[in-house]
């Protein structure tokens, strides 16, 4: 039996009175006031907390992990003012070591830069080592000589750029191409980093919606020793059958995981996206993937097999017919993203058990572009408290790497609604800390006895932190059945 004995916690959920908690296979067996546990032998793990807040593991429920792990590896170089100043972040990368093949970074915008981007800064840059740039806009990438060489032969042809070492275009799209295809064990290996980040930042439980269905990549890296996250893998309707011929339901732990991976939902996609302004709004604009009749059968088809639906839906149209295919179906399950909802919406997500997996982060990212696109509307955009108030289930995530994997970005963006000094966005949707606390978890606010020993230690109560408090919680443990995959302590 391995047991832990942590010392001298603060129970998320409770005034804060000092506790001694027990942790023996995997769950947590006793909880008592500090000072008054000892170890139950030579071989227990006894940690001294000093006062750390202790709650359930967290979750981001709406991630696509693969993605992710991709784009966490590329340097961020948006805040970089000239080609000079983008040369020397990407040097100091450099210096440190990049343990790729290829050094990325990513978010350049050259359009008031003093001078004009050269190939040579990004050769003198990284010497050695293929470095290529890709624009914020993703219409062009700037390479420095060796990367023009090795993109070439990825690609099977001359990419031939001028003294600027930039590439457009369609040019630009192969090299962005093909920087996505990374082989499996190279791709394991990013996957590998960035569950331990998230593990660092206390998750202890992900629901990964990549497109390519991902049940034997993740058993594949369980395999391997990536065992920081429990992971609820997904399918898209291409796949659906194969998923089903599999004869797992939504929940159902894959065998050979160590109980860390389960068959996730079934996720659909009805519109688009507000960036790109193929939401599927109210007003008649917008894009619409699915026909009623054919959307209700195939979440039928899934419903049947036991896999809950989860329906991304963005616009306000979208949002009602994500609402009234659970109502055709009578089934309970999630909508994705829920961004503008018409007012007779709001109350059905309680009324049809469905909750509202929501990316706070995004009201941050776009609040500038809601306002012009949506201008009139924004008062329905990102509703949490409307939704909290008429018994939603919010469940908040990521949508990684369209935010960044970080369960406390989420929380503060949710009980903030600011960021970056600004005033908040339409704070009358902002939400008690208790209510992102609970979409973070899996629905519980503290530990009890009995409880499987998914958990993490921070620095300071979330339930009374600011969203700046928030945003920047320190972590101090996470912990997956008693087993420590991440700590400071
Ligand atoms: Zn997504």
Known sequence: MTEILLRTVRRVGT?????????????????????????AGPDTEVVETAGAWLGPGLRDHH????????????????GCDSAESTADLLAAVARTGVPDRVLIGHGY??????????????????????????????????????ALAHFSALVGRSLEAGADGI???????????????VPDDLLDGYVADAVEAAAARGVTGIVDLEMRFGLDRWTRRIHAGTDSLRVASGVYPAELDAAISRGLRTGDVVDRTRGLLTMGPFKVVTDGSLGTRTAAMADGSGVLAWEFDDLVAITRRA???????????????????????????GARGTIEHAQLLADTDVERFARLGVAASVQPEHAMDDRDIAD????????RAFAFASLARAGARLLLGSDA???????????????????????????????????AWRGSTDGRVGVAVGDVADLVLVESDPLAVSSSGLRDMRVLATAIAGRFTYSEL
């Open 15 to 39: 005034s804060g009175a000092p506790a001694d908690v027990r942790i023996a296979d995997g769950l947590v067996t006793e909880i008592a006031p500090a000072g008054t546990l000892d170890p």
């Open 63 to 78: 991630t696509h992990f693969d993605q992710w792990a991709l784009v966490r590896r590329r340097v961020d170089v948006s």
């Open 109 to 146: 915008r050259d359009g008031l830069w003093p001078t004009p981007a050269r190939r040579e800064l990004l050769d003198q840059a990284a010497p050695g080592l293929p470095t290529v740039v890709i624009s914020g806009d993703l219409h062009a990438v700037w390479c420095n000589a060796l």
């Open 167 to 181: 590439l457009r275009e369609q040019d630009a799209f192969d090299v962005t191409g093909a920087l996505s295809q």
């Open 303 to 329: 419903v049947d097999a036991g896999l809950v639906p989860a329906i991304h839906a963005i616009g306000d149209r979208a949002n009602t017919l994500a609402l009234d295919v659970f109502e055709a179906v």
């Open 372 to 379: 012009r696109h949506w201008a009139g509307r924004t008062d």
């Open 401 to 435: 790497p369209v935010a960044p994997l970080d369960p406390w970005v989420s929380m503060a963006a949710a009980v903030g609604r600011d960021r970056d000094g600004r005033d908040p966005w339409h704070p009358a949707e902002r939400v008690s800390a208790l209510a």
